[in-house]
């Protein structure tokens, strides 16, 4: 995809070397690692691009190698990256992580990211009339926690304008970004998007608010709020069909369609990277057209096909096996059972 091809989706945020742990235990005893790239804006076009959609990569990263590394890394996926702007005086962002799920008490993550090329975004360095044309503009509120620039440019991306695109947004709370910042601003964010993607866990731990049903009366203005359940699945409320043009207009008050889809049951490898490849599964659905139930079901697939890998990324199932998977009947979709190598078109998935 050229630079002047309007994309399906863009997606704009910062992308890091990732170091990845040679053996599970604390970073103070893991002896080596190995680089992968990291971002949450990043893994969803990559996934899509993966897909087969057109999908750009938005960013900043600095005039060094680890910024060459992450632009060849995820134009290699066939993401457009000819938006992503060099700093010469700033540095790529890089982490360290272990091995263990996020969700545990156990889990670390080293961050070197303070002072970034991507902590430099801004209105002034991203103008909106300088982003690529796309149908979705993908944002998540960790780009919100990067700066005091970060956060200003989010708040003129989300801003009513015309013509705007469908704004995606990925509330993403990370408690260890928001040290001496208030993660309240997300649910502002995230009230002026179209399709938002929040977790209980981290809606109750950021805003205090507790339940799906108290999820979406604090959002009441996206046309699709998507409130991940964990092992209970996803909640979806909706009322927006489709796509629109010109000011973004307020959705409350209208009558919910609520739509409950269970999680699969899989066969974890590494529990990381789920929720950006659910995100892309249900935006990349959400292009095709496809009911709400079937959006759920392509992100809950393509959560199980990162799952099922050892990194953040992979191929994700091609689209005739994951649309056969997507249309089977309640009981069916409640007995499949994943493990690694089910995306393979011509691989037999179990059923329980």
Not at 94 to 121: K, L, N, P, Q
Not at 179 to 202: C, H, I, K, Q, Y
Not at 250 to 269: F, I, K, M, N, Q
Request: aromatic content about 6%; charged content about 20%.
């Amino acid at each position: 995809m050229s630079g002047t091809t309007p994309a399906d989706v863009v997606c704009l945020g910062e992308s890091m070397v990732t170091f990845l742990p040679s053996r599970p235990g604390r970073l103070a005893d893991v002896p080596s690692f190995d680089r992968g790239i990291g971002g949450a804006e990043s893994n969803v076009a990559c996934a899509l691009a993966a897909a087969g959609h057109r999908a750009a990569w938005v960013s900043r990263v600095g005039a060094d190698g680890f910024g060459d590394h992450l632009v060849a890394a995820i134009a290699a996926y066939g993401v457009d990256t000819s938006f992503v702007r060099r700093d010469p005086s700033r540095p790529t962002g890089i982490y360290f992580r272990t091995a263990t799920d996020r969700a545990t008490d156990v889990h670390e993550v080293a961050y070197y990211r303070a002072g970034s090329a991507a902590s430099a975004m801004s209105p002034s360095t991203v103008p909106c009339d300088g982003l690529p044309a796309g149908r979705i503009l993908h944002l998540s509120g960790i780009t919100a926690a990067l700066s005091a620039d970060c956060l200003a440019l989010l708040h003129e991306l989300t801003a009513p304008r015309a013509e705007r695109p469908l704004i995606s947004f990925d509330v993403n709370h990370r408690p260890g970004l928001w040290r001496g910042g208030s993660p309240a601003v997300l649910l502002e964010l995230a009230r002026r998007a179209d399709v938002v993607f929040v977790g209980e866990d981290e809606a109750e731990e950021a805003w205090g608010v507790v339940g799906a049903a108290a999820i979406r009366e604090a959002l009441p203005e996206p046309g699709v709020v998507v409130v991940k359940r964990g092992a209970d699945g996803v909640t979806v409320f909706s009322r927006e069909p489709g796509f629109r043009s010109g000011p973004t207009a307020s959705h409350a008050g209208g009558a919910d369609e609520v739509t409950h889809v269970p999680a699969l049951r899989v066969d974890v490898v590494a529990p990381v990277g789920a929720g950006d490849a659910f995100a892309a599964g249900f935006l990349s659905a959400t292009l095709r057209g496809l009911p709400v139930r079937d959006r759920a079901r392509h992100g809950h697939l393509m959560a199980a096909a990162v799952l099922t890998v050892p990194g953040d990324l992979t191929a994700p199932p091609a689209r005739a096996h994951a649309d056969r998977l997507a249309a089977l009947d309640d009981d069916a979709w409640g007995r499949l059972r994943l493990g690694p190598g089910w995306t393979g078109d011509d691989t037999e998935v179990r059923t329980t």
